[in-house]
């Protein structure tokens, strides 16, 4: 027989949760907001984390789970098997990775969107008024996960320690509130909402991590040619070779002139 919850322990191959997101996305659009002070109406919890804390398991009563004398309180527990959903950057929440991998016996999934199209409207924070919606010109992919690796690297090949990205459509709330003429450059992000999942992937040991070293990018290599095949810049570049470099699957060399050089294991 199976646990409770064990067939919500996706990805799911099927392709049933492109539905099961859009699904979840309408119903979070439905849900009714309150006005904050700023006169922007707003949601208690953000709407892309609490979506994909839904997506992950349906189950509330699996939401926001305590663990034993921490103050930490995991977002998805299913069993041992802990689901940490982290929609900005993972520097923040390293203590805590650290302290379950230290402390607990538990398996731990940091679930990461990873926005591959998006939309933009302005809203402006005195008025209230928002802009028609915009396509932006930025796109993320797979490789952004890398460089958000680099405050784990401690933990980076731990057996119970395992990472999923989700590709998703969506559509950013900005505030009207940089420094720019037409207040847009240094803006404030209010709020990113998913339209749609296109798909999704895991890693689970470092072999997983291959699918980021080119096949066509030579060895030994730089730092500047691994950026130009993997479409990372300066230090997130940097990052991202010392993540795969923890990870096993790279290591320094000679330096290329003055360039520091890594080959592939």
Not at 123 to 148: A, C, N
Request: include cysteine.
């Amino acid at each position: 027989m199976k646990r409770k919850n064990e067939a919500l322990l996706s990805p799911r191959a099927d392709g049933s949760g492109r539905a099961l997101f859009e699904r979840l996305c309408q119903e979070a659009a439905a849900q009714p907001r309150h006005t904050g002070e700023s006169g922007i109406g707003t949601l208690a919890e953000k709407r892309l984390h609490s979506i994909i804390k839904r997506y992950i398991c349906e189950d509330e009563d699996l939401h926001e789970v305590g663990v034993a004398n921490t103050r930490y309180v995991s977002d998805v527990r299913i069993g041992s098997h802990i689901y940490e959903i982290q929609t900005g950057a993972f520097y923040p929440m390293r203590k805590k990775i650290a302290h379950y991998m230290e402390k607990t016996d538990c398996t731990v999934t940091v679930v990461h969107p990873v926005t591959v199209n998006k939309f933009v409207r302005w809203i402006d924070p005195k008025t209230g008024d928002v802009s028609d919606r915009s396509r932006s010109p930025k796109h993320e992919g797979e490789q952004d996960l890398l460089p958000e690796l680099y405050c784990l690297i401690p933990y980076l090949g731990h057996p119970r320690l395992r990472f999923r990205i989700l590709l998703i459509e969506a559509e950013d709330f900005r505030l009207l509130n940089g420094w720019s003429k037409d207040r847009k450059r240094g803006s404030e992000l209010y709020e990113r909402i998913p339209l749609t999942l296109l798909g999704e992937a895991e890693f689970c040991k470092a072999e997983d991590f291959k699918r980021f070293l080119p096949k066509e990018l030579s060895s030994p290599f730089t730092v500047k040619e691994f950026s130009k095949h993997v479409r990372l810049k300066g230090r997130d570049a940097y990052s991202a070779v010392r993540v795969l470099a923890a990870l096993g699957l790279l290591r320094e060399t000679q330096p290329i002139g003055r360039a520091m050089a890594f080959e592939k294991v």
